[in-house]
């Protein structure tokens, strides 16, 4: 059975450092990885899909990893700012199914 | 083009009513979910739908059905809801096989008392 995991649960830092949020998962055959936001409240948002044959992906600031061998992925937030501040999901794409992470709540300190 | 929409946003039932949530996506796609999020945890998949007319279930399936007699539509049925249902409930849907990304609703709130 297809198990996620995110650590830390939660990451307070400074704004403008740079951050490493981590997801592992338990089963390598998976179709691809999601990381996704998600602020109090509201409902999700896409950041990165990276495809199982995929090694990473980049969009603005934000660089998704994937290494189906170890399972693991990480997402990578350059010079965060305090509108970084959410929660922050991964999620596999195994056998039609989302298996999801708990999250990982971000704050970005002024 | 509004994507996923929800219908309910907010719902208070007491214990034994039914209800259902209706999801509704406009982009053609053929896979549609039916999650929960409870405090703490990430999402569970109900049931989901690879196709009109088709159904499955996911991982927490008590409790619920589900009915996608058309493809733009996915409903989710509480037949006698209970405390434990309370939950914020997502509805997500899919062009087509695993590459493709999921798109989500703003979600439903539902408290049981």
């Known amino acids: 059975k297809q198990e996620v995991t995110q650590i830390p649960a939660a990451l307070s830092v400074p704004e403008g450092e740079n951050l490493v949020l981590n997801c592992s998962f338990t089963d390598s055959a998976i179709y691809n990885l999601q990381w996704f936001r998600q602020d109090p409240g509201k409902g999700l948002t896409s950041l990165l899909l990276?495809?199982?044959s995929q090694r990473e992906q980049t969009s603005g600031r934000l660089n998704a990893s994937l290494d189906k061998s170890s399972g693991r992925s990480t997402l990578y937030i350059a010079a965060s700012q305090p509108g970084d501040s959410a929660t922050y999901l991964c999620?596999?794409?195994?056998?039609?199914?989302?298996?999801w992470g708990a999250g990982t709540k971000l704050i970005i300190k002024p | 083009n509004a994507g996923v929409t929800q219908t309910p946003k907010f719902r208070v039932l007491k214990t034994g009513q039914s209800m259902t949530l209706l999801c509704a996506q406009d982009m053609n796609h053929e896979y549609m979910y039916w999650y929960r999020q409870d405090p703490g945890m990430g999402l569970r998949l109900i049931h989901y739908?690879?196709?009109?007319?088709?159904?499955a279930k996911g991982e927490v399936p008590d409790g619920y059905n589900v009915s996608r007699l058309k493809k733009q539509n996915f409903l989710l049925g509480l037949e006698s809801a209970a405390p434990s249902q309370t939950s914020v409930y997502f509805c997500?849907?899919?062009?087509?096989?695993?590459?493709?990304?999921?798109?989500f609703g703003p979600g439903t709130r539902l408290t049981v008392t």
């Open positions: 999620a596999v794409d195994s056998n039609y199914q989302l298996i």
């Open positions: 990276i495809q199982s």
């Open positions: 997500a849907s899919k062009r087509g096989d695993s590459s493709y990304e999921q798109y």
């Open positions: 739908s690879v196709g009109e007319g088709t159904t």
